[in-house]
């Protein structure tokens, strides 16, 4: 996995070739979850699954997929945090303790 600037205008392109499901949707998310509010990110990968599980992570989890394109056996994402997700959202939340 590689992390680094992209010259694009995603602020970061994370490289996951060479990584298989649920990895590339995994680490799609980790980022996601440090970036700011409005950051976008590019993802790179190569696993033939990748098409279907990022995009579908991304709404599970709140993010929007601003492109989705794949050639041959690599997917490349821009994916971007909109907004601060609520307190409540997410397969990953506790529920509240009143």
């Not at 990584?19 to 950051?39: D, H, N, Q």
């Not at 993802?43 to 492109?67: K, N």
């Amino acid at each position: 996995m590689t992390v680094a600037s992209s010259k694009a205008d995603a602020a970061e392109l994370l490289d996951l070739r060479g990584l298989k499901c649920p990895l590339p949707a995994l680490f799609a998310r980790k980022a996601l979850e440090r970036t700011a509010p409005g950051t976008e990110i590019e993802v790179l990968a190569d696993d033939p699954m990748a098409i279907v599980d990022v995009p579908h992570m991304c709404r599970q989890e709140g993010y929007d997929v601003l492109s989705a394109e794949r050639d041959g056996d690599k997917s490349r994402f821009i994916l971007m945090r909109a907004n601060e997700l609520p307190a409540a959202a997410g397969p990953h939340s506790a529920p509240d303790a009143e």
